[in-house]
């Protein structure tokens, strides 16, 4: 009998040990998270070439900003946005992306130059933005969306989000 109850508590224990190994890290010390597919990096991948600069496709965070050079409220914003910016760059895990509705690539890199935003821009009615996995153009801008890299939209609405941007994307 304790021959018998021993190797059902030595089976029980290798039940339990195995999928703990399993779950801790390189070092052993913690429950390492499981990878999660950059879904939005990949399809970033796929366009070929970008009017502006080439957006950084191992983000953990995608924000996602539509506007254009002719809306007053977008004008207003854009400073804001640039600064935003500039702290999303400096943590190299939250990318952000102009979607501008501007017609023609030369006037959202004009938009961008006046601004001095140096962040990747997208036409968003072009091809290109398509390959966004989630993404149609919005009614109104400014409008931002927020997603993680596997493409979950964790929030969108006014294009003050992007200011906001700590508050949605945890670092």
């Excluded at 690539?105 to 935003?117: I, L, V």
């Excluded at 996995?133 to 969306?145: E, L, M, R, V």
């Amino acid at each position: 009998m304790k021959k018998t109850l021993f190797s059902i508590l030595l089976a029980l224990g290798a039940l339990v040990a195995v999928p703990a190994a399993y779950a801790a890290d390189t070092d052993g010390d913690s429950a390492a998270a499981p990878a999660v597919e950059n879904v939005i990096g990949n399809a970033l991948k796929t366009i070929k070439k970008f009017p502006g600069k080439k957006p950084n496709m191992k983000a953990k965070y995608y924000v996602l900003l539509e506007s254009a050079s002719w809306c007053g409220p977008c004008n207003q914003e854009m400073p804001h946005v640039v600064k935003a910016y500039k702290e999303m760059a400096k943590t190299k895990q939250v990318e952000l992306i102009l979607m501008s509705h501007d017609n023609e690539p030369a006037a959202a890199k004009a938009f961008m130059k006046k601004y001095h935003g140096n962040f990747p821009f997208i036409i968003a009615k072009s091809a290109e933005a398509k390959v966004i996995p989630g993404f149609k153009p919005a009614d109104g801008i400014p409008h931002a969306i927020i997603m993680d890299a596997s493409g979950k939209v964790i929030t969108e609405g006014h294009g003050k989000l992007v200011a906001d941007w700590k508050q949605h994307c945890p670092l």
